[in-house]
């Protein structure tokens, strides 16, 4: 489903008075779903095991249990950086017809002493 950043803000707007939840907490949520449906449709899926607070949150509904990040567990990978930008940069690549865009930013640069 496709949705304009207007339509998308008055829709959480009054989905957040109806649920009597933060709009940035259903926002927040939104966009992990929008995650989580790239990374379904990718070859990496069973390669990710949801824990934490937001796989509390899948079970007990965003109005019982808020989180501010994706904890997992990456079964079957190497944790080299490149890598793991690799899977990233794939995942999100996946066009699933919703009008969202994600980037990868780079990493921060140590300070030099």
Known sequence: ???NKN?????INNLSKEMNVHANVLLVSFFFDAFISRLAKST???KFVFKGGFYLATLLGV????TADIDFLLRRETMDENRLRKIFTDIIAIDADDSISFEMKPLRSEPTT
């Not at 109005?63 to 808020?66: A, E, G, I, L, P």
Request: aromatic share 14%; charged share 25%; no cysteine.
């Open 63 to 66: 109005k019982n249990r808020y």
């Open 44 to 46: 990496y899926a069973n």
């Open 1 to 3: 489903m496709k949705i």
């Open 7 to 11: 339509s998308l803000q008055a829709r």
